[in-house]
C-alpha cells in the first residue's frame, strides 16, 4: 500500500486537530480509517485494551505515535492516517508529549512492516538525534502540503 495513496483514498489527513487525552488524540487518527471502511470500530477499542494493558507501546519518537494493532483485531485492508495536534497530549507514564499521529492498518504483518517502513522514510532525518524530522509535517497547513512533503521523501 502506498502512503500517500491511501491517505488520499481515505480523506485521512487532519491538521491542527484538538483533543484532550490521548484515548481522543488516537481516536482522531482511527476515525478516518473506520469511516473510510479500512478498519471495524473494534480496532480502536483494541488499540486502546493494548496501550492499557502494555503502557504506550505506540511511541516511536518524541513527539510522534503510531496507533495500531493486529490485523485481526478489525483491519479489512491496510490504510494509513496522519493528524497533527494544535495542542500536544501525554501519555502515562511519558516524560515526552505526542503532536504527531500516523495511525496504520496492516492487513497482515508484511503489510504491516511496509507501512512502518514508508512512514520511516517519509520522517526520515540522519542529521537529526532520534534520526527522524517531524518538523516537516507539523509545518504543513494544508492536506497538498503534506502530499508534497511525501512526495519528496519518496523520490
Known amino acids: 500500500m502506498n502512503l500517500k495513496q491511501s491517505l488520499m483514498d481515505n480523506h485521512s489527513v487532519l491538521l491542527n486537530q484538538t483533543a484532550k487525552s490521548w484515548q481522543e488524540a488516537v481516536k482522531l487518527a482511527i476515525d478516518p480509517l473506520i469511516a473510510s471502511g479500512a478498519v471495524e470500530p473494534r480496532y480502536y477499542d483494541r488499540i486502546i485494551e493494548c496501550i492499557t494493558e502494555m503502557g504506550p507501546y505506540i511511541i516511536l519518537a518524541p513527539g510522534l505515535a503510531m496507533p495500531h494493532a493486529r490485523p485481526e483485531d478489525g483491519v479489512k485492508h491496510t490504510a494509513f492516517s496522519l493528524i497533527t495536534l494544535s495542542q500536544p497530549v501525554f501519555f502515562e507514564g511519558e516524560e515526552e508529549p505526542v ?7 496492516g492487513s497482515d504483518s508484511d503489510q504491516h512492516m ?3 517502513m514508508e512512514i520511516t522514510q517519509v520522517l526520515d532525518d540522519p542529521d537529526s538525534e532520534t534520526g ?3 518538523e516537516k509535517i507539523r509545518r504543513c497547513q494544508t492536506v497538498e502540503q503534506v502530499y508534497q512533503v511525501i512526495d519528496q521523501a519518496l523520490a
Do not use: E, R, T
Open 114 to 116: 511496509q507501512g512502518l
Open 132 to 134: 527522524i524530522d517531524l
Open 99 to 105: 503532536d504527531v499521529l500516523f495511525a496504520l492498518a
